[in-house]
């Protein structure tokens, strides 16, 4: 089933685009609006949770962007955004920790989970990254 969805998307890889800017879009609308109204639920500061929220923005731009332009090289945009993803992650993980005294469980399910989508869809975006290159380079040989 991985292998042919990673067939399908090959064949039109500027949809890994949307698919990463509607959950970018996604992780900001939750971080900004929905858990900054349930600060005690989850208990990261509202401050924190902005700073987070500004990440997703920017990659939501930047994925609309990828989708919207004709690239020669998508490898090298799709790679782009898989790393940054990846730091993130670092960074929501970080956040995390420098909250580890107020974070309640629901705020580590939160964190958990939304890195451990996002690091699936990263590592997706870099396999598919990959084949581009490898389709790439069999077009080039004589």
Request: charged share 15%.
């Amino acid at each position: 089933m991985i292998k042919k969805l990673l067939k399908n998307i090959i064949l039109n890889p500027k949809k890994l685009f949307l698919i990463d800017g509607f959950g970018a879009f996604l992780s900001a609308f939750l971080l900004g609006v929905v858990l900054v109204k349930f600060e005690s639920t989850i208990g990261i500061p509202p401050s924190s949770l902005y700073f987070l929220t500004v990440f997703p923005l920017i990659f939501t731009m930047y994925d609309f962007y990828c989708y919207r332009k004709n690239h020669n090289n998508l490898r090298c945009f799709l790679k782009g955004i898989a790393v940054v993803n990846l730091l993130y992650c670092c960074l929501s993980i970080g956040v995390a920790f420098l909250h580890r005294k107020t974070i309640t469980n629901l705020g580590w399910i939160y964190i958990i989970v939304e890195v451990f989508i996002i690091t699936i869809l990263s590592n997706f975006e870099l396999k598919v990254a990959k084949q581009l290159t490898k389709k790439t380079n069999k077009k080039l040989e004589p």
